[in-house]
Structure formats: C-alpha cells, structure tokens
C-alpha cells in the first residue's frame, strides 16, 4: 500500500512540474465566509488544508463544484457604455477525489479581465488558469500532517472584441489561448493540524519549495516564513450528548495568513450558522472579513479600502449543494465610487 501511494505522489509530482502560473486552488470558488484554513468536518476543508482531510466526518470520495461570478463597478454604468453588465465575468469549475490520506484535485477558470472601450466597441482580456494539487495526510490520534504539491497553468487572450454573450463563451472556450511567459511555477507545501474536542489549531508553510521560470528553483528562509499561517476555531457539535441531531450548529474562525509577509497577507475572521434540518439537509448562513494588509497595519491602522466582507448563503441537500455569496470592500459604505461589489451563485455535487 505504502509504494502505491508513493508512486502516485511521484507520478504526480512529474505532472505538475511542468505546469504555470502562480495561482491556487485557494482562489475565489473556495474563497467563502463557510471556509477558514483552521475548519474541519467537511471535505471541502481538506482541499483548503491538506492536514484537515483525516478530521473530516462527511465520508466523501469524489467531489464537484462549478460557480458563475461577476464583479461590478459604477463606472460602466454611469457611462452609458456598452453591456455594462459584463465586467469582471469569471466561471470556475473544481473536480476533486481520493481515498483517506491521498486526494487529487484540479481546477479551471476562465474570466474576462481588462475591459476597454475603443471607437465604441467592446473589448477584454480573455485569461484562463488551471491547477492541479496533490494533498497528502496522515493522522496520529488528535494530530494531523499534510502534503501538498501544486502547480498550474495561466494562459492569455488578449483584447478580444465582445459585442454579446456568445462572444463571451465563443472566446472563452473555443479559441486559442496565448500561455503567459514566465509565471511557470510549482509549490511543495505542508501543514500541522490539531483537534481538541470542539477547538482546532492549524499552522501551515505554503512555500518549503518553489519552482518558478522555467525551472528555477526558489528555495529561501524569508520564502518559508513569509508563507506561514496560523488559524484556530471553534466548531459545535453536529450531534447532542443523546445523538439527537443539534438543530443549531455555530462555527467560528480566526486566521492570519502569511502573517509575516508584507506582500499577500490575509487576516480573516469568519462565522457562520448552520439550521441542520436533516443529517443531510441544512441551510447555512455565513459571513466573513479578510484584511489584506500585514498584521502590525491592520491593528494601528486599519484600512476599510483593503478589508472585504462576505455574506453567503448554502443549503446543502443529500447529494450536493447551492449556494449565493455577495462580496464588497467595507469602503463601499463611505462611497460606491472606485468600489468594487462581486455576486457567486455556486453549485456542488458529491458523494
């Protein structure tokens, strides 16, 4: 058994050397107020921590998800310009499965970026970006380990002329994409995951190592501690002390990822209530604020322009699930001017 995982980790790892562009599979379908790096239960909390996976209690194998989203500025609107309603349209689609320790994922995006205007006409990049992600974990009682090695591919069409919706689609999915030069890369990364009875504690490394360029290999202390996070939650149980189903389900997370870096850090705090009518049936209701500023600015000098709040609302039936997410910078209260307001309709299928 241990050189069959072993050979599927090498096997894989090949695979993903080759691939490009600096992206995630944490990225905006599994950016929600529902996920925090230091949640566990579900399956979908392994594919955001690798070291979550052995915690999970949903007995999933095989999991698929695809969400339509669309950002809006004023701007378009005020301007009386061409399909203002088409700015920032990004559809994304995950397959993820594996067995108890060992899960493969990929991840496809396509998303219209760069709008302009030129003699009338409508025009936008068209970027495409795929990730595939390889999770390795194992558990010792009330304390996990996790593997992760990722890679991905970003590739470019650039100021294509859109004049309706099936221009969108046409160029999106049946043209030629130009890849992006030099944003090859490739990631190793690890996490340490602890569960005592309703509380976790996670601590993750992102980057140990880091293939970019074509191969070079980028491999530093400050590339280590700059991808450090931290996170801890509390989660309620899913079942009373009598095994009566508890209708009301509350959890609660605080992380700070890439605490120590002063170029992606992300401070969130997340919350959510879960109406769990049946075993398999709920309505959830979430919300969230992440701050992307270094820990130290945040707590002297909190900026509302880079902190964004997330509301988000699931029901999660037997099979699958669906859900609508709203997304603004907090700045939008002050001025609805340069701010930007997003909406996700996501749907999900499982077993």
Known sequence: MKRKVYFILLVFTILLLP????RTLRTDL?????????????YTDGIVNSAAFPFRTDGL???????????????PFNNNER????????INSLVSFGSSSLFLSGDIEFGLGNRNIINSELYFDINSYYQLQVDFAYRFDFFSMGVRLEGGNQSQRIQRKISSIADVFANMLFEKY?????????????????????????????????VVNMGKLVSSWQQIYESLSVGLSYESPKYRADGNLQFVRFRTGLSLE??????SPVNEFSTDINLQLLPDLSIIL??????????????????????????ELKVKFFV??????????????????NNALSFNVTGALYY
């Open 30 to 42: 599994l950016k929600s107020p529902l996920k925090n790096i230091a949640y566990s239960g579900e």
């Open 83 to 90: 399909l203002p309603g088409l700015q920032n349209l990004a």
């Open 258 to 263: 890439h605490f120590l870096s002063t170029e």
């Open 286 to 311: 979430g919300a969230s604020l992440r701050n992307y500023q270094p820990l130290f600015n945040a707590l002297s000098q909190f900026s509302m322009e880079n902190t964004v709040q997330a509301l």
């Open 61 to 75: 194998s095989f999991y698929f998800a695809s969400q339509v989203g669309e950002t809006y500025l004023k701007t």
């Open 19 to 22: 691939l490009t562009a600096a």
């Open 320 to 337: 699958g699930s669906i859900s609508f997410k709203v997304l603004t910078p907090l700045s939008i209260y002050q001025k609805w001017e």
């Open 178 to 210: 130009t890849p992006v030069s030099n944003s090859e890369y490739f990631i190793a990364g690890a996490s340490t995951f602890f569960k005592i009875s309703d509380f976790n504690f996670t601590f993750t490394a992102d980057e140990l190592i880091k």
